[in-house]
């Protein structure tokens, strides 16, 4: 199974240029993708139309086989799960209810089913004990944990074959809980998931993913594994910044800060 664009063009409304350009990718269930690039490449617009909630584009998007368009709301829920960057929900929910929205796609389900499935996830996300918690009084990292628990529970039980795309999933949290959850991504893809990020952590995807796309001014720059994608070259040309691979982890380098000069 797998998730394909062919030529992706997209020019949002009011846009004077295309904000994506002849995009085409083939990405497998079992690979862990990171979509990495400068704020503005085109990253978070690519994930809204490969996980389906853009549709007026140019080029064509095919998920396990299918014509992503053809996919009904509810049915294109039980096959992927979608992250946004920024979350909102003012509605006080406890952390639990907030998790458990991930099961609608799945009913008729009992109460019991749901929030054993929405526990479980909670202590992956090590927020069970948030469960109770209303969920606008968490802090930022809290809410993105709750988050990805929700999005851990809306995808099936038996996960093969499913799809998750998310957006800065290790937006706000703290470096354990990043590590925990790219473990559990892994995990997933293991069990024959797919995992499709956006990241801006350029040494966390090295550590983490199994492949890179490198995205820049809306075109695919490279796509390889992390050793080869991100390349002292490509570093410097896309970001600005120098960086560089030892023993396996890459490591990127600030330039020092230019002292102001004064007038005499």
Known sequence: MSLICENLSYCP??????????????INVGEMVALVGPNGAGKSSLLRILAGLTRRVNGSVSLNGRSISNYQ?????????????THTLDFNFSAIKTVQLGRGPWQP???????????KNLQVCDAAHLAERFYPELSGGEQQ???LARIF??????????????????????????????????????QGAGVVCSMHDLPLAAAYFDRIIVIQNGEIIT?????LALSKNTILKVFGVSGHWKYGALTLAASKPKSPEHGG
């Open 13 to 26: 409304s009011g846009a004077l240029l295309p904000i994506l350009k002849n995009i085409t990718l083939d």
């Open 73 to 85: 709301t509810l049915e294109l829920a039980t096959v992927r799960a979608w992250l946004a960057q």
């Open 109 to 119: 389900e009992s109460a019991v089913t749901s929030h054993k499935v929405a526990f």
């Open 145 to 147: 944990r709750v988050q």
């Open 153 to 190: 529970t809306q995808v099936k039980q038996t996960i093969s074959n499913g799809w998750l795309l998310l957006d800065e999933p290790c937006n706000a949290l703290d470096p354990a809980h990043q590590f925990e959850i790219l473990k559990h991504l892994k995990l997933l893809c293991s």
């Open 223 to 227: 796509d390889n594994s992390p050793d």
